[in-house]
Nanobody, 123 residues
Framework: QLVESGGDLVQTGEPLTLSCAAS????????IGWFRQAPGKEREAIAC???????????YYVDSLKGRFTLSRDNAKNAAYLQMNNLQPEDTAVYYC???????????????WGQGTQVTVSS
């Protein structure tokens, strides 16, 4: 399973890092996609990190988040992270991580989903 943590209520401009920890499988065998769902909106894919074996952990971001969001992995902890800087009210959403046994691509088909973690950015 995947367990996310790190969601919080923050002020505009503050940073926050979300964690995605795996149990029962090796996270680095999977591409990890990050998604978010804002109130009243559909869930959207925002970033993805390939496994070390597939494309050497290359990261991908939607254009609107490049430069503010950063993906990483800690294989010793079997975890992945989404570091978010300069958060804005429009970043308010439930954030999800998901593990896909293939590589990062526009439409993932994850084998595992996290439960989601709430990020709220106040103005």
């Amino acid at each position: 399973q995947l367990v996310e943590s790190g969601g919080d209520l923050v002020q505009t401009g503050e940073p926050l890092t979300l964690s995605c920890a795996a149990s029962g499988f090796t996270l680095d065998d999977y591409a990890i996609g990050w998604f978010r769902q804002a109130p009243g909106k559909e869930r959207e894919a925002i970033a993805c990190i390939d496994s070390s074996a597939s494309n050497r952990g290359t990261t991908y971001y939607v254009d609107s988040l490049k430069g503010r969001f950063t993906l990483s992995r800690d294989n010793a902890k079997n975890a992945a992270y989404l570091q978010m800087n300069n958060l804005q009210p429009e970043d308010t959403a439930v954030y999800y991580c998901a593990a896909d046994s293939w590589y990062c691509r526009p439409r993932l088909d994850p084998d595992y989903w996290g439960q989601g973690t709430q990020v709220t950015v106040s103005s």
